[in-house]
């Protein structure tokens, strides 16, 4: 995958997360603890595997990433989350998951 879409993911992805931490469900839900930190871990990953890519890369670009780790640090997930739907306390359809959905546009760029 190109590095400015990884980038572009990424900061979606944070924003996602960011608004989804206001969300009575999803904020305490395994799924955003899970995606907050692959998400954080994503960045870093790409940070090191394609630092000279992004120090070439247009000033508005690398913003995103700047922007994207910096929404990441504002996120404070609950390590000993549970799955919301197993709990029995989100009533979004069966298969149907915000956070999840969200993260499944990554393996169509892939």
Do not use: W
């Amino acid at each position: 995958m190109e590095c400015i879409s990884e980038i572009r993911y990424y900061h979606f992805m944070a924003g996602v997360l960011a608004q989804q931490q206001q969300d009575p469900f999803c904020s305490i839900c395994k799924a955003f603890t899970n995606s907050v930190r692959a998400v954080r871990e994503g960045i870093s990953g790409l940070e090191e595997r394609m630092a000279s890519e992004v120090k070439a890369m247009p000033e508005e670009q690398v913003q995103l990433l700047t922007v994207a780790s910096r929404a990441l640090t504002g996120l404070h997930p609950d390590p000993e989350a549970a799955g919301q739907k197993k709990a029995g306390n989100c009533k979004l359809p069966e298969g149907i998951c915000f956070i999840k959905s969200s993260k499944v546009l990554i393996t169509g760029m892939a």
